[in-house]
């Protein structure tokens, strides 16, 4: 058993950790939307004006900070009057991205905004660049947010929304680079700047403007949009996927993976660290103030689906594995919050790394969801100054640090600490040691989340498999922890 080494100045704050890191993001994709939110009032699931009561209720316990709607590349096909006014009369399409499937837009705007009421959280509404109009983008804005006379405001109405609603978030397109247009950075840029220019502000609603940025390692994208669009927009997105294998030919399972892709996973994982150093540079050249947000908001694990799904679909299983992707995330996030304000785990239900399963009446939580709730406490804390000294985990020639820490103070003076630690054959022990506390004698509240095989994952039939326990592992001495890990672990402690 080795030792690791955490030093935190409790005393010490670097930045503020925006709640909206932990946002998320829910594509009409597969069985996110229907199915997984969405069930309509004559469900025979129990339901709240159509959205299905367990799911929002494990949503409410992890207080989920804001939701990315309605895309992903179903954006930039979709033109949101098709999801507006009676059932009947809304058009039905293919969805020619995901799954070839009949799309009959139940699920539009009002009820997207439904959603977000009832989980007190903020609209993010991704807008059609790549195949819809600056009027259609800036009739979609008035529609939303404007209180008075016009045409739009009268059509809300008509449809059983008097009041506008509150809209803080708007991205301009997405994946233009791709699937969204195939554009060309220089193009894009002058879109982007057209387009911005009539999502206006109404009254006292303030739109928060987010430029479509780069795919993964596309600098010279970063480069190109903050040399002629810096100025009009005040957030530039990023997108990354942690895949095993290959993306366009075997991504890898989600369960019944080799040992190497274990270290290989949580190695991609870790890549983003470099990705957001890297664009930030560029963003520093031409907004050394950093008033423009990094927003990561299309993040987490890419798999081969599930044999026997449909493959347009994206559903996947979820292990430890990808529970300690998000740990990782999360605290590589919090080390650049100065920059990184908004990330969007993709994808909510039922696709991707998402935090809940549904299967019909049934509904689970992924580990990656126990993350999530887990690491909460950090929502709107500050930052603390710390420095890890940790032991190095090797495997089929690979290394990386084996455990990742990160460290904040809430509002009410409590520190909490989190540590993912990625090897999953051996525990370790940590010695954590806290200063710039004022109190000599401290209380700690601590919980664990592990599992005894590396693919372990919740099922319908056993779906407590992977589920945080109270963690007393530890032993304190004044000022100082020690704490031991078990192998392939998350663990979050309360200080106070």
Sequence with gaps: MSTNHLIINGDQTLSHIDRQIYGHFSEHLGRCIYEGLWVGEDSPIENTKGIRNDVLEALKEIKVPGLRWPGGCFADEYH????????????????????GVVENNHFGTHEFMQLCELLDCEPIICGNVGSGTVQEMSEWVEYMTFEGISPMAELRAENGRENPWKLKYFGVGNENWGCGGNMRPEYYADLYRRFQTYVRNYGDNKVFKIACGPNVDDYRWTEVLMREAHQFMDGLSLHYYTIPGEFWTQKGSATAFPENEWITTLKKAQRIDELITRHSAIMDQYDPQKRVSLIVDEWGTWYDV???????????????????????????????????????????????QSVILTEGEKMLLTPTYHVFNMYKVHQDAQLLQFNLDSETFESDGLSMKAVSATASRDAAGKINISLAHVNPAQSTTVTIDLRGLVQDSLTITATELTADVMDAHNTFDTPDRVAPTAYMNYTVNGTELTLTLSPMSVTALTVE
């Design 306 to 352: 599930e044999p026997g799904t449909n493959p347009g679909f994206l559903y996947q299983q979820n292990t430890i594995r990808d529970a300690l992707v998000a740990a990782l995330s999360f605290n590589i996030f919090h080390d650049h919050s100065d920059r990184v304000r908004m990330a969007n785990i993709a994808q909510m239900v039922n696709v991707l």
């Design 80 to 99: 949101w009057k098709d999801g507006i006014g009676p059932n009947e009369n809304r058009k039905r399409m293919i969805n020619t991205h995901w799954g």
